[in-house]
């Protein structure tokens, strides 16, 4: 059961346009999420995150949406760049009254941007 | 330099084999965990562990065992290899106890199980 769903295993975005990469998630008790960036042949680097308190969070060129009535969120690079090219990962936790009973973090299945010159 | 830091970065090896992939921090971080990647599927978590002698599992822990004796250091331990754990598997650390700080991961280990 895959709570965590990112459902585009790839995207390609011309140079200096916008990169929206989106998840999914089904389990109404997560209400941290993170968005990670990997290279090939490199780990995972964590990128920017979001509670459930808000409904947007800003990075420089990097934005995360929240829509909670949805389970959905997304990841907006704007303008994006060829060294944005990775596979991103969004992740979901639970700490709401988890009482250190619940700390995992749960992973969607990734998604490839490439940005084309 | 702030890193985690695995070892072997790649393995083949046999079934029924006993192989250990280390992982060490340099970061006095407290939460450690272990992904596996796998096509399709993500990462998915194995175990973790909120400080020293303090582990639980993950999503997968099904063949794997980890232990945590130093809070640098966070084996995971394949006790009896099967082909159905070839692989790519990440360590990662952060500050606090809980998952939902940003980890830092290590380079990755690449074990193939024949």
């Known amino acids: 059961d895959q709570q965590v769903k990112q459902n585009s295993p790839s995207l390609s975005v011309q140079e200096g346009r916008i990169s929206i990469l989106n998840c999914d998630y089904t389990?109404?008790?997560?209400?941290?999420f993170l968005w990670y960036k990997k290279y090939p042949a490199e780990g995972p680097t964590f990128l920017i995150s979001?509670?459930?308190?808000?409904d947007k969070n800003e990075d420089g060129r990097f934005t995360v949406f929240l829509n909670k009535s949805a389970k959905h969120l997304s990841l907006h690079i704007v303008p994006s760049q060829p060294g944005d090219s990775a596979v991103y990962f969004c992740?979901?936790?639970?700490?709401?009254?988890?009482?250190?009973?619940?700390?995992?973090?749960?992973f969607g299945t990734g998604t490839r941007l490439t940005i084309i010159p | 330099e702030a890193q985690v830091t695995q070892n072997p970065r790649y393995l083949i090896t046999v079934t029924g084999k006993k192989l250990t992939v280390t992982c060490s921090q340099n970061?006095?971080?407290?939460?450690m965990s272990w992904y596996r990647q796998d096509p399709g599927l993500g990462l998915r978590q194995i175990y973790y562990?909120?400080?020293?002698?303090?582990?639980d599992k993950g999503d997968v822990p099904e063949g794997y065992k980890v232990s945590r004796k130093e809070k640098r250091n966070f084996p995971l331990i394949l006790e009896s290899p099967s082909p159905n754990q070839t692989s790519l598997y990440f360590c990662?650390?952060?500050?606090?106890?809980?998952?939902?700080?940003?980890?830092?991961f290590g380079d990755g280990t690449r074990l193939s199980i024949l």
């Open positions: 979001i509670s459930s308190i808000k």
């Open positions: 562990s909120m400080n020293v002698e303090v582990t």
């Open positions: 389990n109404s008790m997560f209400d941290y």
């Open positions: 970061m006095n971080h407290e939460y």
């Open positions: 990662a650390s952060s500050t606090g106890v809980l998952s939902n700080q940003p980890q830092h």
């Open positions: 992740a979901a936790s639970a700490e709401r009254g988890s009482n250190f009973g619940n700390e995992k973090l749960t």
